[in-house]
């Protein structure tokens, strides 16, 4: 689901949404200069000045649209986490369609999951950097991953059949955190920067793909 400003979603307060067409284009722009600043810099690391200039707008502006650069930074985080999540749930469902069996599927979902994180890295990555430090990031983050987990859990238990676990349902929702954290790890989200970029991309979907359909079809002990 596509969403569009974080006050509606009641994580964050201190937004003004403009409602007429020209304050709505200036809003976009500052938007937009900051998703660029983030990209760009690798980081938060730059100034509400900078914003201004990029987006060729007044900091007047921008200041009444947002109390703060955190305000600022939570409504980019909103919009990105958005795309991210609408682009990866399509994927899920267009994998849950054409998929053969479980081990096909499997393959599938991981492939989509990687490739929409690593297509959105560069935004993701320093906002995943700063949710150490900042609640609100993280609560936001939180829930998008919630909502591509149960996409993911909801598309594996369609083949339930398949699924050889003594407790299905456990399976699926740790087989998405196994899938999940190599590559958070890979595209360098979080704190371990130095731990980014070990090994080859297309071999660690393989080898995820493989241990996840394993862990799923082995038949109780």
């Not at 200036?26 to 914003?51: K, P, W």
């Not at 900091?59 to 909103?78: E, N, P, T, W």
């Not at 096909?104 to 990687?114: G, H, I, Q, S, T």
Request: hydrophobic share 45%; net charge neutral.
């Amino acid at each position: 689901m596509s969403k569009e400003a974080p006050a509606e979603a009641g994580l964050a307060t201190n937004v003004r949404a403009p409602q007429q067409g020209r304050s709505k284009a200036s809003f976009e722009r500052m938007l937009v200069a900051a998703e660029n600043l983030l990209a760009s810099r690798g980081s938060d690391e730059f100034t509400l000045n900078e914003v201004s200039r990029t987006g060729k707008v007044s900091i007047g502006s921008i200041y009444c649209r947002f109390d703060s650069k955190d305000a600022l930074i939570h409504a980019v985080q909103f919009r990105v986490l958005g795309r991210v999540n609408e682009e990866m749930l399509a994927q899920i469902a267009i994998a849950r369609e054409d998929a053969s069996d479980l081990a096909d599927l499997v393959r599938r979902l991981v492939d989509a999951v990687a490739e929409t994180l690593r297509k959105h890295a560069a935004l993701m990555r320093p906002l995943m950097v700063r949710a150490s430090s900042d609640p609100v990031v993280a609560q936001t983050g939180k829930q998008f991953y919630a909502e591509s987990a149960e996409a993911f859990i909801t598309a594996v238990l369609a083949r339930r059949e398949e699924i050889r676990h003594e407790d299905p349902i456990r399976a699926t929702e740790s087989a998405f955190r196994i899938l999940y954290a190599p590559f958070a790890r890979h595209l360098g989200f979080g704190s371990a920067i130095e731990a980014a970029w070990e090994g080859d991309w297309v071999v660690l979907k393989e080898d995820i793909s493989r241990m996840i359909a394993a862990f799923l079809q082995s038949p109780p002990r």
